[in-house]
């Protein structure tokens, strides 16, 4: 990259018992193009050798710091590293998730656009399993500038390791919100902080899938009905300051609730199932109408122009065409991951995991 915007960029890694994938983690930030890096690992009261495993690749990677508290959350982590900080932008990742080695590099550029760099940038992601494989990604929007509706709709983001965030804004904003934790409902701490940036703040995206976003059976993520309160606490919140999104954030509390029903049916969760189900019932009851009605018509359609012997065709997308390569299920997110990012004059290029 050419000066003068090179910033020192604080990674902030909070780690709770993830000896099992922290060294992993760690690399992928280590293998980082951009090498204006200051990492910081919170140990969040680890029982196993996390903290040993931080202080023992301190002596690979000098850019390392590790802090240690006692356990109190992501949240807490996160602001730990956020106030030991020195760099002006926050890039947070949790500690079993992974990253493409461009993935701050093109961050950076993309900050450019705004004065003095303010403002967010956010890229695409990938789900992974436990062995790295690719299983899933995310919708490649292309939001950008005033997103704050947008994010109260869908938090486009996804997870909590994928934004480039100036240090001063997430301060201002008051960081990560802790008590979400002790009203047992953690899990959207990053959307929240996500909506207050988005208040005074433009973003920017990088059309790339840069992040590897580990799903496991037991991690925050999969737990639908805390996910679902957290949600509904940091929606409660938009709407009493914003009553004109009302209907917005109406829907989408509603959408959520309905991936995560959908998601427990398709996991055989029963017992998530059966909690789910009573809530959607208990809340949702009118749009749960509508919502079959539209099924039912759906399929209605969909019979009738199969009598037709007519196949359904994909609306043909209108301006000009972009091509980007689609990571395959199936294939590690080290060897065989595949990114279209944009190029300098605006084009779409591809690149290996491993391609500087």
Known sequence: MSAPFLPLVTVIIPAYNAEKTLVDTLQSVSNQTYERLEILVVDDGSRDKTYELASDYRLKDPRVRVLRQENGGVARARNHGIHEATGSYIAPIDADDLWHPRKIELQVQALRSFPEGRGVAY????????NDLIFNHSRPVLHKGDVFEIMARENFIGNGSTPLMPRADVLACGGYDPALRDQEAEGCEDLKLYLALAESLPFAVVPGFLTGYRFTQGNMSSNAYRMLKSHALVMAEVKKRHPRLA???SVAEFDMARWYFKRAISSGDQDQVRKLALMLARRFSAKLAVYGTRLVWYAAKQQARRLANRSPKAPIPSGPAISIAFPESGTSF???????????????TTLRAGDA
């Open 123 to 130: 890229n695409w992601y990938v789900a992974i399993d436990a």
């Open 334 to 348: 080290h060897d065989r991951f595949k990114v279209a990012v944009i190029g300098e004059a605006g084009e779409f």
């Open 247 to 249: 209907a917005i954030v």
